[in-house]
């Protein structure tokens, strides 16, 4: 694997960061900015909001760009964004830039996806998205902690420009890794690559991993509520139940990335039943501790190592749109992102308690089952769903 690959997934773990490191930072951006906790809370919905328009715009923005210009112009305006919002004392700025470094975010990582799997090789996109998803989970590990740990040392804004100053080293190992390419004349253009975005299979994929990523995310959303409330763990246990749920993402990424290229099957049909079976059992047991703690990791694995690998198979099935293809994937892993918290959000207002987003959960995975049987039964494809031959 080339070295650059892995300098981008560097990146992508500061930017992960960003996104994540608000949940353990609003109370204190609410109180230094003036503003309610729910308030405060707007800056995470609009930073996803941002990932979802900004992963297909600004690929489309700079199709015609070589790939090296597109990712230092995503990266350094994410880092100036960052310092804007380290630096402001208006809510409705750092509100903004936290769409604009959404938006930056989306374009890299869309970027990032279709230079790492074209450095890599056509046998090896598997292997080289997930590195760049690695570098997304490894900070659910190591990023949101530490994040929420300076800001009880220094204040929410060291976080801001901790994010800044780890992507510094990405920008000089892009110039110095990352080829200066020219843009591609005969290169497809923006119309037939999303014509090519529109076969059935492609879609297929993004909506499973959509499904399957907004059921990982109505849990995760809700997990601090769910062992406090319901497993009876202390509030010191919630750092440690959400890095084992990290360090499980980061197995499953890994797993992921060693199969979708050559045998994605037989990961995705067990993995996914054993997935369903997870959620449905960690409903039924989420008072015992013991179990929630085993479960919080064997989710965490099974979640990633399925959801990567559908994104692999997108990325191959979008062979002919090597430029939006990564956008369109990245943009369905946010839908589900967003949509999964809000289901399991209204489970709980709807009184079901702290125990319903993991019902909720298995209802998705289920819907994505169903999808995939139907996918199959009205297109009749030569092989299923999620077994494409790497070209």
């Known amino acids: 694997m080339p070295i650059a690959v892995y300098l981008l997934g560097l990146a992508v773990f500061a930017q992960g960061t960003s996104e994540f490191m608000l949940s353990g930072l609003l109370p204190d951006i609410a109180r230094d900015l003036h503003v309610s906790?729910?308030?405060?809370?707007?800056?995470?919905?609009?930073?996803?909001?941002?990932?979802?328009?900004?992963?297909?715009?600004?690929?489309?923005?700079?199709?015609?760009?070589?790939?090296?210009?597109?990712?230092?112009?995503?990266?350094?305006?994410?880092?100036?964004?960052?310092?804007?919002?380290?630096?402001?004392?208006?809510?409705?700025?750092?509100?903004?830039?936290?769409?604009?470094?959404?938006?930056?975010?989306?374009?890299?990582?869309?970027?990032?996806?279709?230079?790492?799997?074209?450095?890599?090789?056509?046998?090896?996109?598997?292997?080289?998205?997930?590195?760049?998803?690695?570098g997304i989970t490894l900070a659910c590990v190591a990023?949101?902690?530490?994040?929420?740990?300076?800001?009880?040392?220094?204040?929410?804004?060291?976080?801001?420009w901790a994010v800044a100053v780890v992507s510094v080293p990405a920008v000089v190992a892009i110039l110095r890794s990352v080829p200066a390419g020219v843009p591609d004349a005969a290169a497809p253009g923006a119309r037939r690559e999303l014509r090519a975005l529109r076969r059935p299979r492609l879609l297929v994929h993004l909506l499973l991993g959509a499904l399957v990523n907004g059921a990982t995310f109505c849990t995760f959303t809700y997990l601090a509520p769910l062992v406090t409330e319901v497993s009876g763990f202390g509030r010191q246990w919630v750092p440690v139940l959400l890095a084992l749920f990290g360090l499980g993402s980061f197995a499953g990424v890994t797993i992921g990335g060693r199969m979708s290229d050559t045998r994605p099957m037989r990961l995705l049909v067990p993995g996914g039943l054993a997935l369903l079976v997870g959620w449905l059992l960690f409903t039924v047991t989420a008072e015992h501790p013991y179990v929630v703690f085993l479960l919080v990791f064997v989710q965490g694995t099974l979640s990633f190592a399925v959801g990567s690998t559908l994104v692999t198979r997108a990325l191959y099935e979008a062979v002919d749109a090597p430029s939006l293809g990564g956008s369109f994937a990245t943009a369905a892993l946010n839908v589900g992102a967003a949509v999964g918290p809000l289901l399991g959000g209204a489970a709980i207002g709807a009184g079901f308690g702290y125990r319903s987003p993991l019902g909720v959960s298995a209802l998705l995975v289920a819907l994505a089952f169903l999808t995939a049987g139907l996918a199959r039964t009205v297109h009749r494809p030569d092989r299923p769903v999620g077994e494409t031959v790497p070209t």
Request: charged share 10%; glycine share 14%.
């Open 37 to 134: 906790v729910p308030a405060a809370g707007a800056l995470t919905s609009a930073f996803a909001g941002g990932m979802i328009i900004g992963a297909p715009l600004t690929a489309i923005l700079s199709l015609r760009w070589p790939k090296r210009r597109a990712l230092l112009v995503f990266l350094l305006v994410f880092i100036l964004v960052h310092v804007v919002g380290a630096v402001t004392t208006d809510f409705e700025i750092l509100l903004a830039s936290r769409v604009v470094g959404a938006l930056a975010y989306a374009g890299f990582l869309a970027v990032g996806l279709a230079t790492a799997t074209g450095m890599a090789g056509p046998d090896a996109r598997g292997r080289a998205a997930a590195v760049l998803l690695g």
């Open 143 to 160: 990023g949101v902690p530490a994040g929420a740990l300076l800001g009880q040392l220094w204040g929410w804004r060291s976080a801001f």
